[in-house]
């Protein structure tokens, strides 16, 4: 026999929690009291307990576990199956929370940084940016981990923090982020960084995280320049510069060939149809060609490309930018065989 004290400690559920129970008619209150007055539980009353634990955990709400305790025809699979279900979303949002934390925690960023980096893009809702921000964070490479690492020699390296320099510069004049001359400072500075960031506006997008308003990168930023905003300043600088140029650099080659990929699957073209696979060909030549193959190979990239349009919070965002259902799904399996056609021609 044990005090309510002694059977919270077994049952792992407070004295509170196990007073709504009881009070709810799902736990079984105990009658009977030791010699001084206080209420005591048997082993069937803490069986129970131990019992709505073990739902409550699987979790199951006060209604839920009452009904199977009282209902004698309850179903214990189908509600199972359907608590697995809710079990399985949940840790995909847990996942998604982790993947979300890691790359706060590796680029120093907070939530203010993120809003101002994604939340007011295109129309993001709060669920598409966590989603696709841990998509990211699990199947984006990462880069160099060292600043030796990066394929530069000094003097390329000496001339990147020089253009850095100027826009900052240019910043402290109080020049506007928009004016021809930043943005041709951003230009040159993208080029400088091609060997690691690759020609594309995007590469150099992803990169400005590393310095996105509110984030550590940030915070160094404008101390060791003494330069309080430059972090947003630089921001609105490389944003402009994305918007600016997305349809006229080597973007946009990437951007046509997965439009058309998608159009083959609104036509209902099979993804391992010749139509598709000489656009997947194209996409193949694209990685060969702007991204540092020393970094990742292009077999490799469209292996990570194959994960990204596969994660179920990717494709869904991809299918609403699309507007085609099961557009990410199909541009996943046209990489897929694609990858599986040059296994085969090595093995052969």
């Not at 309080?228 to 944003?239: C, D, R, T």
């Amino acid at each position: 026999m044990k005090t309510i004290t002694d059977v919270a400690k077994i049952v792992g559920l407070s004295r509170r929690v196990i007073q709504e129970y009881e009070k709810a008619g799902v736990a079984i209150k105990p009658c009977q009291k030791n010699k001084y007055g206080y209420l005591i539980y048997d082993d069937t009353t803490i069986k129970r307990l131990w019992q709505i634990r073990v739902y409550r955990e699987l979790g199951y709400d006060k209604n839920s576990i009452k009904t199977i305790f009282d209902d004698p025809y309850y179903d214990h699979a189908a509600a199972l199956d359907a608590q697995i279900k809710l079990l399985e979303k949940k840790k995909h949002e847990i996942e998604n929370l982790i993947g979300v934390a890691n790359l706060m925690k590796k680029t120093g960023l907070t939530p203010k940084a993120l809003y101002s980096h994604t939340g007011e893009m295109s129309d993001l809702t709060f669920n598409d940016t966590f989603g696709i921000l841990s998509a990211i964070t699990r199947h984006i490479p990462h880069g160099y981990n060292d600043v030796e690492e990066l394929p530069l020699s000094d003097e390329e390296i000496e001339r990147g923090i020089l253009m850095f320099e100027y826009v900052l510069s240019m910043y402290k004049e109080g020049i506007s982020y928009d004016d021809d001359s930043v943005q041709s400072a951003i230009q040159e500075f993208h080029k400088l960084a091609t060997p690691w960031l690759t020609d594309t506006v995007f590469g150099l997008f992803m990169a400005s995280y590393l310095i996105a308003p509110g984030s550590a990168g940030a915070a160094e930023l404008e101390a060791e320049y003494e330069l309080p905003g430059a972090a947003e300043y630089i921001q609105l600088a490389i944003h402009k510069y994305c918007n600016d140029n997305i349809n006229k650099s080597v973007d946009k080659s990437l951007k046509d060939a997965i439009d058309e990929l998608v159009s083959y699957g609104k036509k209902k073209y099979a993804p391992w149809s010749n139509e598709a696979q000489t656009v997947v060909s194209k996409i193949y030549e694209f990685y060969r060609m702007h991204f540092n193959t020393s970094l990742i190979s292009p077999r490799e990239m469209l292996e990570k490309s194959i994960l990204m349009y596969s994660d179920s919070d990717y494709y869904m965002l991809f299918d609403k930018i699309t507007r085609g259902r099961g557009a990410g799904k199909y541009v996943a399996a046209a990489l897929k065989h694609f990858c599986k056609e040059l296994d085969d021609l090595k093995q052969a």
